[in-house]
């Protein structure tokens, strides 16, 4: 069965440091990879995606991710991270398919707090 | 930009009311989702709609139905409702069913929190 795993409900980073937010999966095939951002009384917004191709993908906000297809893993990152950066964080796989679609599967999310 | 709008932000309902959550989106998608979202369970997947008038039910179902009579429309339904139904309710849409992975982006709504008292 498809999954994938947050494994730290809270991220703290002071401003202008790396940050990391964890992500492994688990899928049968190829895996199909997100990251959303949801901000505070606000739904959630797309930053980047693996589909195919070039391990390090880059997204919205200087965000980028690193596909480890060893590890099974999906880890979001940026090399400063500013305070509005402070949200939940949502990994997601692309899950089994439908009739004729496909149906995302989420992590249970990572609060990253970034400290000024 | 791609709009989906959920009607309320905050609903207080009572048991055993029936419930209409209302989600509609302004660019001809033609798949919309359901979720709700809970502290330390993410979203889980309650209905989804690939077409009008077609409805596939998620991960948590019960206690919920759905309506789809319009393309740009999504209507999830507590047909009585209960307290363990608090929560956040988010609405979503996404291009087409079958299209290829990198246009396959989920779009969501602001979220609705609904208290059942």
């Given at each position: ?21 964890k992500c492994t ?46 590890q099974t893993s ?43 | ?117």
């Amino acid at each position: 069965a498809q999954s994938v795993a947050q494994p730290e409900d809270q991220v703290n980073v002071a401003e202008g440091n790396p940050l990391t937010v964890k992500c492994t999966y688990s899928v049968s095939g190829n895996p199909y990879l997100f990251w959303y951002v949801q901000y505070p009384n606000r739904g959630l917004q797309f930053l980047l995606k693996y589909i195919t191709g070039d391990n390090l993908v880059k997204g919205s906000y200087g965000f980028e991710a690193e596909f480890n297809k060893s590890q099974t893993s999906f880890h979001l990152k940026k090399p400063s991270a500013l305070v509005s950066d402070s949200a939940l964080y949502f990994c997601a796989v692309r899950g089994k398919i439908w009739t004729g679609g496909f149906k995302t599967i989420f992590g249970a999310g990572t609060r990253l707090f970034v400290k000024a | 930009d791609v709009k989906v709008t959920q009607s309320s932000r905050y609903l207080v309902k009572r048991t055993g009311e029936k419930v209409f959550l209302e989600c509609v989106q302004d660019m001809d998608h033609e798949n919309m989702f359901w979720y709700r979202q809970d502290p330390g369970l993410g979203l889980r997947l309650i209905y989804f709609s690939y077409d009008v008038k077609m409805k596939e039910k998620g991960d948590i179902p019960e206690g919920y139905s759905v309506s789809r009579e319009k393309k740009e429309r999504f209507s999830l339904i507590l047909e009585s409702a209960s307290t363990n139904q608090t929560s956040m309710y988010l609405c979503a849409s996404s291009l087409t069913a079958t299209a290829e992975l990198a246009k396959n982006i989920q779009y969501f709504g602001a979220g609705t929190r609904l208290s059942v008292l």
